[in-house]
């Protein structure tokens, strides 16, 4: 890569890391699996970075969660066809949630991991990555309209979570 | 009576998606509809919980380096990956690393506190912020009404409050809470925008008006300050500095009309 390229590539898809490597988290529901997923997307990234120009609405952030949620769903057909049926690996998130609010790990964590992966995908790139609905548009391949009403059954399941959640 | 259309509408509303016509045929319906302000008040307390709950990770390290590596080389990665199984020494390590971060965040505390004057009110007000951000201390009174939250203050402070609601403009008012910064107490009202929190600090002004705000940035958060001619002005926030502007834009245009 060329030196401009790359701190092109390093100024514009590397502060985004955090971002990708959380959406992996909950796409994969494992750290070892998220960490795989995020390297063959940054490679991707790379290999494709040329061909992005940071067209008018289209952030490098939205671009690169593109790459990443395509890669982990790739990545689970090839490589774990079973992981939709692997149980949810609650020792390792209870752990991060812990950091943030003991009693939130009971009720949160486990109701957002209930979710189907697709309502799960819509809640965490608008709540913890703060993107758009075009945005979210652009990341899942579906029309506005159809991420505003995903993204509002979403919520209305991880509501319904959190009550089950908390009358167990 | 059900309203499906109205539950994605309140949704798009409250994410600051409605285009101003809607928002205005929405804000009509939700002035007389009981079914959809309590839909909107379960939402809101559904934010809270998520703002308070649910984690973000940082990416490892170790990741970062093998894709910078990865950069600089343009070829295939270093195949050295992490162990395939969770481990407690790759657990231990981010907490490790955490914890040392959280000694660093309380050493910088202590020294930041003992700055000149001037910038000490600034330190207590981020300190106000940063507490209120732990569990259980955000809100005294949660609410999105501001009829709800405004009356609350009544008889807890010898001033009142304006209290507004920017929900339409994708900043809902999440509530309310008595804080104690420079000396008194003073009120303390909390927005939200999708994950961050905002903090808005009140109170009788003691000095004259300022024209612009003043911007600070302190570990990680913005804070925005102003005097009006009644009152002084304190917003923090770890949100973008465009948007924390863009609200408190809305705040001042607000209290001017008022």
């Not at chain 2, 914890?99 to 700055?115: M, N």
């Not at chain 2, 009829?147 to 008889?155: A, C, I, Q, Y």
């Not at chain 2, 409050?161 to 920017?166: G, N, R």
Request: aromatic content about 8%.
């Amino acid at each position: 890569m060329e030196s401009s390229a790359l701190a092109r590539f390093e100024a514009v898809v590397l502060p985004h890391l955090d971002a990708a490597y959380t959406l992996a988290r909950y796409l994969m529901r494992n750290a070892s699996d998220a960490d795989d997923v995020v390297q063959d997307a940054c490679l991707r990234a790379l290999k494709y970075f040329d061909g992005f120009r940071g067209e008018a609405g289209t952030s490098a952030r939205a671009w690169l969660l593109t790459i990443v949620r395509n890669t982990a769903h790739t990545w689970r057909e090839r490589h774990r066809p079973e992981a939709l049926a692997v149980e949810f690996d609650e020792r390792e998130h209870s752990e991060a949630i812990a950091e943030r609010d003991p009693e939130a790990k009971e009720t949160l964590g486990r109701a957002l991991e209930r979710l189907a992966p697709e309502f799960r995908e819509v809640i965490v790139l608008r709540e913890l990555q703060g993107l758009s609905y075009k945005e979210i548009g652009d990341v899942t391949g579906v029309p506005v309209g159809t991420v505003m009403s995903r993204l509002s059954r979403a919520r209305a399941r991880l509501q319904e979570a959190l009550r089950e959640e908390e009358v167990r | 009576m059900s309203h499906p259309n109205f539950e994605a509408q309140l949704d798009a509303y409250l994410d600051g998606e409605l285009t101003a016509g809607d928002v205005r045929t929405l804000e009509t319906h939700l002035a007389q509809c009981v079914e959809c302000t309590r839909f909107r008040d379960r939402r809101l307390e559904l934010r809270a919980a998520i703002v308070a709950g649910i984690p973000t990770f940082q990416a490892p390290p170790a990741l970062r380096d093998r894709i910078r590596a990865a950069a600089r080389t343009g070829s295939a990665l270093e195949t050295k990956r992490a162990p395939r199984r969770f481990t407690m020494r790759t657990l231990w390590r981010p907490l490790a690393l955490a914890a040392s971060l959280a000694v660093v965040a309380i050493g910088g505390w202590s020294l930041a506190l003992q700055h000149v004057a001037g910038e000490a009110l600034a330190d207590n007000v981020l300190a106000s912020h940063v507490r209120s951000l732990m569990p259980g201390h955000l809100t005294d009174v949660l609410s999105s009404d501001q009829h709800t939250v405004k009356p609350w203050f009544n008889g807890r402070l010898d001033y009142s409050p304006s209290v507004y609601d920017f929900a339409g403009r994708g900043y809902p008012l999440l509530g309310g809470r008595l804080d104690y910064v420079g000396g008194r107490p003073v009120a303390a009202l909390v927005y939200g925008r999708r994950q961050h929190v905002i903090n808005v600090f009140v109170w009788p002004a003691t000095s004259g008006p300022t024209d612009g705000s003043n911007k600070r940035d302190r570990q990680g958060y913005h804070m925005l300050h102003w005097t009006t001619p009644d009152y002084t002005y304190w917003v923090v926030s770890d949100l973008g500095l465009a948007e924390l502007q863009d609200f408190a834009q809305l705040l001042r245009q607000a209290d001017s009309i008022r």
